[in-house]
């Protein structure tokens, strides 16, 4: 099994910066695709980002794109969001995921991290 704990949200101002973090314990995660989903409000989960196993590969939503940027560290089982220019439509609780069987799978996810942009 797989244990996700995101960290590194918190209330922004409409321009600011965060880092969410994505550390995986319990089993190593360094062949498998990582990424974050989010949820707003009322709205249903959307795909934010995801890397491939070795970081060489990433895939972005179109709202985020330019703005935000995933990597990851496989030395330390962990994945990270950086988010640049918030913007109050990125309010949501930022679920981390890891899928076990490539692109388009998510297997294992995080309890979330709230995510809050004051305009």
């Known amino acids: 099994q797989v244990q996700l704990a995101e960290s590194g949200g918190g209330l922004a101002q409409a321009g600011d910066s965060l880092r969410l973090s994505c550390a995986a314990s319990?089993?190593?995660?360094?062949?498998?695709?990582m990424g974050w989903f989010r949820q707003a409000p009322g709205r249903e989960r959307e795909f934010v980002a995801g890397?491939?196993?070795?970081?060489?590969?990433?895939d972005y939503a179109e709202p985020v794109k330019g703005r935000f940027t995933i990597s990851r560290d496989n030395a330390k089982n962990t994945a990270y969001l950086q988010m640049n220019g918030l913007t109050p439509e990125d309010t949501a609780v930022y679920y981390c995921?890891?899928?076990?069987?490539?692109?388009?799978?998510?297997?294992?996810w995080g309890q979330g991290t709230q995510v809050t942009v004051s305009s």
């Open positions: 995921f890891v899928g076990t069987t490539g692109w388009g799978t998510y297997d294992y």
């Open positions: 890397v491939n196993w070795s970081g060489g590969s990433t």
């Open positions: 319990g089993r190593d995660v360094g062949s498998y695709a």
